[in-house]
Nanobody, 126 residues
Framework: QVQLVESGGGLVQAGGSLRLSCAASGRTFSSYFMGWFRQAPGKEREFVAAISRSGSSTDYADSVKGRFTISRDNAKNTVYLQMNMLKPEDTAVYHC???????????????????WGQGTQVTVSS
């Protein structure tokens, strides 16, 4: 069992920045790929970003590429999402997720992830 708790969400104006954190339980954090997903009301949950076990590789949705940065600190059992140049369309509940995976390719679909946090609200005003 892995428990994930997100924090750092809030209200920000367009063009601003937020940094989300996801704290994980357990002693095998480095064994998991970590990802961020978001879901707005009435919309499907969508992939945002993911990072490999060592942090050496990352993947981003086209909609956030160049604006968001995912990182992890395995010593702190924490994954981060730095969000810059925020847009109103970034408004959503952001969830972190953990995936145990033997393949080296970074998972980008919700069904590939085993554990989920409860989410943190991000609201971007225009």
């Amino acid at each position: 069992q892995v428990q994930l708790v997100e924090s750092g969400g809030g209200l920000v104006q367009a063009g601003g920045s937020l940094r989300l954190s996801c704290a994980a339980s357990g002693r095998t954090f480095s064994s998991y790929f970590m990802g961020w997903f978001r879901q707005a009301p009435g919309k499907e949950r969508e992939f945002v970003a993911a990072i490999s076990r060592s942090g050496s590789s990352t993947d981003y949705a086209d909609s956030v590429k160049g604006r968001f940065t995912i990182s992890r600190d395995n010593a702190k059992n924490t994954v981060y999402l730095q969000m810059n140049m925020l847009k109103p369309e970034d408004t959503a509940v952001y969830h972190c997720a953990a995936a145990f995976r033997v393949a080296t390719t970074i998972p980008s679909h919700p069904h590939e992830y085993n554990y989920w946090g409860q989410g943190t609200q991000v609201t971007v005003s225009s």
